[in-house]
């Protein structure tokens, strides 16, 4: 297998690339979708987005422009999910840690009864084929609404999730709004994520993962500004899962050559590499590796030592 890839990666062979098993870390199931397969089900083109959008302001505005009008009801979002399941598995995904967002719950007459009989359906129906873990994703616009805090800890009941990701513009809500939440989740013995560090700030990425007892983050890249921060990523075996492509898009990098990956892996850092939002930025995980060969971030090598650590349990 190890053979496989790198020469896969060497020459190429997109077949081969596609047949390795790999994980998908950080995928939000509102946007995992591939245009295209919406484009097929509506019978319409989709305005692809900018090839660089201004942060995270830009890609809400392409979203709500473009997409969103799009995913108004429960039978599209459903659809969204399972195109995402069957296009992963073809890229040889084995493990989705996919985010189903608490706002989910509106969009069934039961609330999260809904979401559940859902998810426990996609997951027996593709458990041969993918190991999806849902993620219960936690916007950070929560900390305005005592009504989805509530939900979302009622969420946290349901033993249906296995990990909670927090994201959305980090100055909606500091870390110690949702910690209560998140110490919920940790004595459920779910795993804690949180997207920190995704347009700067080292310092923010150690307090939070510091006060939210996180497993892992959400991205991260802004650890490479600061070396102790990256030792200390290191020391205490805190995972990044990264998007590359996201990552330029959203301008946070400038080009994929010049990606920090590359010196938080140097550093020591357990990276990962995954899509955040296919639907938005288009790339499959087999992509995300092939592209980071083909921009000379990282040898054939080395990609297959980061797909192969991905696959092992967290440390
Ligand atoms: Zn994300």
């Known amino acids: 297998m190890h053979t496989n890839f790198v020469n896969a990666l060497s020459a190429d062979d997109q077949t081969a690339l596609k047949r390795a098993p790999k994980v998908d870390l950080h995928c939000h199931a509102y946007f995992s979708a591939r245009r295209r397969n919406l484009e097929n089900r509506m019978g319409c083109t989709l305005e692809p987005p900018p090839a660089k959008m201004n942060k995270l302001g830009g890609m809400h505005v392409y979203a709500t422009n473009v997409l969103d009008p799009h995913l108004r009801d429960r039978e599209t979002i459903e659809f969204v999910v399972e195109s995402a399941l069957r296009d992963a598995i073809e890229d040889g995904v084995v493990v989705l840690e996919m985010s189903f967002d608490i706002r989910r719950a509106a969009y069934y007459a039961d609330g999260l009864a809904g979401v559940r009989r859902h998810v426990e359906a996609l997951r027996a129906r593709y458990r041969p084929q993918i190991d999806l873990r849902p993620e219960l994703g936690i916007p950070r616009q929560i900390a305005a609404s005592p009504e989805l805090m509530s939900l979302a800890s009622q969420a946290l009941e349901l033993g249906l999730f296995l990990s909670i990701d927090l994201y959305d513009h980090q100055h909606a809500c500091a870390p110690e709004e949702v910690a209560p939440l998140f110490a919920k989740a940790g004595a459920a013995g779910m795993k804690r994520k949180a997207h920190v560090g995704e347009f700067g700030g080292a310092a923010e990425i150690r307090r939070t993962v510091e006060l939210l007892e996180l497993d892992e983050v959400q991205h991260g890249i802004a650890a490479a500004e600061s070396v102790e921060v990256m030792r200390w990523l290191a020391a205490n075996r805190i995972r990044l899962n990264v998007c590359p492509t996201s990552n330029v898009m959203l301008d946070a990098v400038s080009h994929l050559a010049a ?57």
């Open 259 to 315: 990606h920090p990956i590359r010196l938080l892996h140097d550093n020591g850092v357990a990276v990962t590499i995954n899509t955040d939002d296919p639907m938005i930025f288009d790339q499959s995980v087999t992509d995300e590796y092939r592209n980071l060969y083909r921009a000379g971030v990282f040898s054939p090598t080395e990609l297959d030592g980061i797909r192969r650590a991905s696959l092992a349990p967290a440390a």
